[in-house]
């Protein structure tokens, strides 16, 4: 019989890793298959930020498969994955997060990727009862139906609590050397970790997408409600994740970058943006985001970002501020003091 061929959905997480290697010990080629939609956590804020510097830098995803010895295929779906975040047909979870439809969507992109390469099956590292929005025992077949994978999709860590798939009908994989894990403990899921010789692997616990965290996703929606249109790309959704947020007016928000490492990154858009610095005092590089925006912006602006730079309690602060077009302009503002600094201004 021909060796059976799988793709399995990389995520960076314990859980994939896992189901990843009980299928390759059946003798099945199995490859990787990650899909990059922008929201992914791993490697940006760490990367960026000097106070991480420390924290090791890598793509969890890339290493899981080092740590397998299976090739790793990372795909964009940036655009594609639009029509999911924005219209979800499942919903959102606590916060922007469309899990349910994510898993969906996923799942049949790497249904078209096994049929494009002639591949017989699909892997995820799902187990039973782990996450309410996607992982509940009701709402598995309704992923495995809607994705059209159908029985083409194999969930090894709870195989056997969940309906035969035709890779164990075919004798691709031996049922019986397939898990029953349930629940949100993740003890056996560590224990199975031990017993595979996987260490330094990505906290089991831990989410992968900026769409979980409310902070994010506080930020996502308030860039929706103050443009006429919710379409973002790539670079406004990486905004969102680094520097503090200040929306003072409802035509423009600030964001100030808190440490070394983001002001370098946001030097990266100051052709796009209004870009302010003191000058007369050390202080944070802070981009001006919005519309019509006036010269009684850019002061009340700077008003706000000396106080977040050593001229705070200085009479008065030299700012430039310098347009995409690279026109300059200079003024002499007094710090805002932080009670003027309303909290509903913070995003």
Request: hydrophobic letters at 35%; aromatic letters at 8%.
């Amino acid at each position: 019989m021909p060796q059976a061929k799988a793709i399995s959905l990389i995520s960076g997480g314990l859980d994939s890793m896992l189901a990843t290697k009980v299928v390759m010990d059946q003798g099945v080629h199995v490859e990787g298959i990650n899909f990059f939609t922008g929201f992914c956590v791993e490697g940006h804020t760490h990367a960026i930020r000097k106070r991480d510097q420390k924290k090791e830098k890598r793509n969890n995803a890339l290493w899981c498969a080092e740590q397998l010895g299976i090739k790793l295929h990372i795909v964009d779906v940036i655009e594609e994955y639009k029509d999911v975040l924005l219209n979800p047909k499942h919903g959102y979870g606590a916060n922007l997060n469309p899990c349910q439809d994510c898993k969906t969507f996923m799942i049949h992109k790497a249904l078209e990727w096994i049929q494009k390469n002639d591949f017989d099956f699909i892997i995820t590292g799902e187990v039973v009862g782990q996450r309410p929005m996607s992982q509940r025992k009701d709402l598995m077949p309704v992923i495995a139906r809607e994705s059209g994978a159908n029985d083409l999709l194999l969930r090894p860590l709870c195989a056997k609590n969940l309906p035969e798939t035709k890779p164990e009908r075919e004798g691709w994989i031996k049922r019986e050397d397939m898990l029953d894990f349930s629940g949100r403990n993740r003890k056996p899921q560590m224990a199975l970790a031990a017993q595979f010789g996987f260490v330094d692997y990505a906290t089991p616990a831990g989410g992968c997408c900026f769409l979980t965290d409310e902070n994010y996703s506080k930020k996502v929606v308030d860039m929706w409600e103050h443009r006429p249109s919710r379409d973002y790309e790539l670079d406004d959704i990486m905004l969102l994740k680094v520097g503090r947020h200040i929306r003072p007016r409802p035509n423009f928000k600030m964001i100030i970058g808190r440490e070394e490492g983001e002001n370098k990154f946001m030097e990266g858009y100051r052709k796009q943006f209004i870009s302010l610095h003191t000058t007369t005092h050390r202080g944070p590089l802070v981009l001006i985001d919005g519309k019509d925006i006036t010269d009684e912006d850019i002061q009340l602006a700077g008003r706000i970002a000396a106080r977040f730079g050593q001229g705070k309690t200085a009479e008065s602060v030299g700012v430039k501020a310098t347009l995409p077009d690279g026109i300059i302009k200079e003024y002499t503002v007094e710090p805002m003091p932080p009670a003027q600094i309303e909290e509903s201004w913070y995003v």
